[in-house]
């Protein structure tokens, strides 16, 4: 029997370090972090929407 999802609700929280702290890379400086960081967010958040549009495009086939 198929089960219907009819509301999802994802919530994120992302916060930038402070400078100072060592993020869990053990990089100790703010600045390199976040550069070197950004991309891999946007590859994430590419992969999450393609995702998504899969499951809509498969759903509306239905």
């Not at 992302?14 to 891999?40: L, R, W």
Request: neutral net charge; aromatic residues 0%; contains cysteine.
């Amino acid at each position: 029997m198929p089960i219907e999802i009819r509301e999802l609700v994802i919530r994120a929280r992302v916060e930038e370090p402070q400078s100072g702290q060592s993020g869990p890379a053990g990089t100790s400086s703010g600045g390199g972090a976040t550069s070197s960081s950004q991309p891999d967010i946007q590859q994430i958040v590419a992969a999450c929407t393609e995702e998504v549009m899969r499951l809509l495009k498969k759903q509306k086939e239905r």
